[in-house]
C-alpha cells in the first residue's frame, strides 16, 4: 500500500535522491523488469533513506536504466547541519549499499531525481541557481517514449533549456506524451504527486552473499548493510529495536544457523550493534559455508529518546555500563554474564547474590539492603578459613561489630573486626561465641 499526496502549487523544496544502475524497471514491479534488478533491492535502499526522512518515494528512468528513491529533507536537514552535510553524509554512507549509487539534491523531486540519474556529484543547487542549472540537463532525463526522445533530437532538442524555451503547447502537439508537465515538474511550478513508500511493521529482509564464505569479515559486511536498512526504518518510524534474530543460510537441505543478539536497553543507532555481531560471529562454528543472512526484528513502539546532556552524568554512565554488558555477553555467551544484587540479609554470606543479565526483563536496581555499620571488604572468601592458616601478626584495628541472623535457617552469631599485620595486609575476620576465629575476607 501506498500513499499519494500533490506537492503545493509552488514545489519547491529540498529533495534528496538516490539513484541504483541497473534497476531501471523495479521501482514499479516487484519482479523488476527492463534494466535488470529487482524490486527488493529499491525496497531496501527505501528502508536505508528513511533515516533522513519518513516521505520517501521509489523512482524510475526505464531509459537511463536506473532506479531508486527520492526524499524530502525539508524538515530534516537542519539535524544533519544542513542540506550540504545532509548529501555528504548520504554519499558516505550509501556506498555500503552499492558502490556504483550516486546521490544529489535539488529543490524539486524531479530534479533530484534527473540529477541523481544524471550521476551528477555536485552539491546543492538552491533555487536561485535551479533554473541555470536545469536548463543544462540532458534530455534523456525525460521519461518519454524513444520516438520522442529522438524527435526532439531530430529537431535539434538536446537540453532542457532547449525544451523550456519553446512555447508548451507546440511541443506537446509534436509529442505523443506531454514534456510541459515534467518540464513544470523538473523547474516546480507544477505540483509532483508522489506515492509514498509504506514500511513494513515488522523488519525481515535476507540478502544472498556473492559467493559461500566461511569468513566472518564477509558475513559482517552482509550483516552491517542489513543493519544499516533496520535503522534507517527505526528512525523513520521514531521506534527501537532490543532483539536482534540473525539466520545464516548454507546449501540446500541443510538447516539455518541462527542466533541471536539482545540489547540491555532499546537502541534507535545501530552502529554498536555492529560490534556486537562481529564479537558473535567470532566464536560462531559453522557447519558449512553460508550463502545468505537473514535479520529479523521486532520494533518497539513504546521508546522514548533520552535528550542529550552537556555533562556525562547518570544516564551517561548507565549507558556505556549497558554497552558493556551487551559486548560482553556477545563475547562470552548470555548465561557467562551477570549482575551482582544486594540481598536483605545480615550475614555477608548470603546478602548477595550473582543474577544473569536478561536483556528482556529490566534490572531492579532499588532492592532492600540491610543497615551495614561496619567496613565490607571488596574480596570476600567463598567460606570462612580458620585465622590459624593465615600466617601474620594479627592485630586489632576495628570492631567489634554484632552479627547475629539466619535463626530460621542457619543462626550465625558473630563478632566482626578489621585485623592488620606488620606488612599492611588487612583482613575481615569474626569470633565465634566458643572463641574461635575465622578469616572471612581482604580488603584492597
Request: charged share 20%; net charge positive.
Given at each position: 500500500m501506498a500513499a499519494v499526496s500533490a506537492w503545493p502549487r509552488d514545489a519547491r523544496g529540498a529533495w534528496l535522491a538516490i539513484a541504483l544502475p541497473d534497476a531501471g524497471g523495479a521501482a514499479g514491479r516487484p519482479g523488476g523488469g527492463p534494466g535488470g534488478g529487482s524490486g527488493d533491492e529499491l525496497?531496501?535502499?527505501?528502508?536505508?533513506?528513511?533515516r533522513y526522512s519518513p516521505l520517501v518515494s521509489l523512482c524510475r528512468n526505464v531509459r537511463l536504466c536506473r532506479g531508486g528513491v527520492v526524499a524530502e529533507v525539508a524538515g530534516s536537514a537542519h539535524l544533519f547541519g544542513g542540506i550540504d552535510r545532509l548529501l555528504a553524509d548520504a554519499r558516505a554512507g550509501v556506498l555500503d549499499l552499492s558502490p556504483d549509487a550516486t546521490c544529489a539534491a535539488a529543490p524539486t523531486a524531479a530534479g533530484a531525481w534527473a540529477l541523481a540519474c544524471c550521476c551528477d556529484a555536485a552539491g546543492w543547487v538552491d533555487a536561485a541557481q535551479w533554473p541555470a542549472r536545469l536548463a543544462r540537463l540532458p534530455l534523456s532525463v525525460l521519461d518519454m517514449p524513444g520516438h520522442d526522445h529522438n524527435l526532439l533530437a531530430g529537431i535539434g532538442l538536446h537540453t532542457i533549456g532547449d525544451c523550456m524555451a519553446l512555447p508548451r503547447g507546440d511541443l506537446d502537439r509534436r509529442c505523443g506524451s506531454t514534456p510541459s508537465v515534467q518540464l513544470d515538474r523538473l523547474s516546480g511550478r507544477a505540483s509532483d504527486p508522489r506515492r509514498w513508500f509504506t514500511p513494513p511493521s515488522d523488519y525481515d529482509r535476507a540478502a544472498e552473499l556473492l559467493h559461500e564464505t566461511w569468513h566472518a569479515d564477509a558475513i559482517l559486511f552482509t550483516g552491517r548493510r542489513l543493519l544499516a536498512e533496520l535503522e534507517g526504518l527505526l528512525r523513520g518510524s521514531g521506534r527501537a529495536v532490543q532483539r536482534l534474530r540473525f539466520s545464516?543460510?548454507?546449501a540446500p537441505g541443510?538447516?539455518?544457523?541462527?542466533?541471536e543478539l539482545a540489547?540491555?536497553?532499546p537502541l534507535q543507532n545501530?552502529?554498536?550493534v555492529t560490534a556486537l555481531l562481529r564479537e558473535r560471529l567470532a566464536r560462531l562454528r559453522l557447519p558449512s559455508p553460508v550463502r545468505r543472512v537473514q535479520l529479523q526484528s521486532t520494533p518497539l513502539d513504546a521508546w522514548q529518546p533520552q535528550s542529550p546532556e552537556l555533562w556525562p552524568g547518570p544516564a551517561e554512565a548507565a549507558l556505556q555500563r549497558d554497552a558493556l554488558l551487551d559486548r560482553l555477553r556477545?563475547?562470552?555467551g548470555a548465561g557467562a554474564v551477570s549482575t551482582l544484587e544486594a540481598v536483605a540479609d545480615h550475614r555477608p554470606e548470603v546478602a548477595w547474590r550473582a543474577t544473569p543479565v536478561d536483556a528482556a526483563k529490566p534490572r531492579q536496581r532499588n532492592i532492600a539492603k540491610?543497615?551495614?555499620?561496619?567496613?565490607?571488604?571488596?574480596w570476600l572468601l567463598p567460606t570462612p578459613s580458620p585465622l590459624d592458616e593465615i600466617p601474620g601478626d594479627w592485630l586489632e584495628e576495628r570492631g567489634?561489630?554484632?552479627?547475629?541472623?539466619?535463626?530460621?535457617?542457619?543462626?550465625?552469631a558473630r563478632d566482626y573486626y578489621v585485623l592488620r599485620d606488620s606488612k599492611g595486609r588487612r583482613l575481615w575476620a569474626y569470633r565465634t561465641s566458643s572463641g574461635s576465629w575465622f578469616a572471612h575476607g581482604w580488603f584492597a
Open positions: 525496497q531496501g535502499l527505501a528502508l536505508w533513506a528513511m545464516l543460510g548454507h541443510q538447516p539455518e544457523t541462527v542466533f540489547l540491555t536497553r545501530l552502529a554498536p556477545a563475547r562470552l540491610p543497615n551495614c555499620r561496619g567496613l565490607r571488604p571488596l567489634p561489630e554484632r552479627i547475629e541472623s539466619g535463626w530460621w535457617e542457619n543462626p550465625a
